[in-house]
């Protein structure tokens, strides 16, 4: 199964911050990788697709990029209602997987 | 509007068996692949399971395969998800969710339901 690494696993940063966050997959999977956020008690929120689609009606503060093993997900400009727990997802092929999530706390 | 509502979650005890359910509305529902993600208490999400539009492609987390089977009826606009041998471990709330195009694109998700395994 491939692995998805994120880095780092919780970040405490502040409003107006530049935020990146990393996830490494242990083999290529061309583009087929989602970021989503998560809050406690919601669904989860699909915010990149194709490693750096934005979905539409995500503020264009969120961005990704990458392709391959190497991606990340970059909040220019931290937002109070940002606050989550974010997610990539690979679905190049089965089993699918998500890395272990990032928590951005408020410092 | 799109919509997908879980259903069939509770209380069962370990080794028993449960079946979720994800009724979808608001879109063509026999176009799109369906998938299960769960997540357990104080744990991250996981993807537990995928069903093609037509059924012809399905796939299962190493955690379930063999005990969980994933179908649909899309006369109905339901994705199901048959739950056996149920363990501790399987405690967690179930979301669906749908995929759009490809690479990573779920769009639409339920607001979950939760299973709990105990005795």
């Known amino acids: 199964a491939i692995q998805l690494t994120q880095s780092p696993s919780s970040l405490s940063a502040s409003v107006g911050d530049r935020v990146t966050i990393t996830c490494r997959a242990s083999q290529a999977i061309r583009h087929d990788l989602g970021w989503y956020q998560h809050k406690p008690g919601k669904a989860p929120k699909l915010l990149i697709y194709a490693a750096s689609t934005l979905q539409t009606g995500v503020p264009s503060r969120f961005s990704g990029s990458g392709s391959g093993t190497d991606f990340t997900l970059t909040i220019s400009s931290l937002q109070p209602e940002d606050f989550a727990t974010y997610y990539c997802l690979q679905d190049y092929n089965y089993p699918y997987t998500f890395g272990q999530g990032t928590k951005l706390e408020i410092k | 509007e799109v919509q997908l509502v879980e259903s069939g979650g509770g209380l069962v005890k370990p080794g028993g068996s449960l079946r979720l359910s994800c009724a979808a509305s608001g879109f063509p529902f026999s176009s799109y692949t369906i998938i299960w993600v769960r997540q357990a208490p104080g744990k991250g999400l996981e993807w537990v399971s995928s069903?093609?539009?037509?059924?012809?492609?399905?796939g299962y987390a190493d955690s379930v395969k063999g005990r969980f089977t994933i179908s649909r009826d899309n006369s109905k606009n339901s994705v199901y998800l048959q739950m056996n041998s149920l363990r501790a471990e399987d405690t967690a709330v179930y979301f669906c969710?749908?995929?759009?195009?490809?690479?990573?694109?779920?769009?639409?998700w339920g607001q979950g339901t939760l299973v709990t395994v105990s005795s």
């Open positions: 969710a749908r995929r759009r195009g490809n690479s990573g694109n779920y769009d639409s």
């Open positions: 069903i093609s539009s037509s059924s012809s492609y399905m």
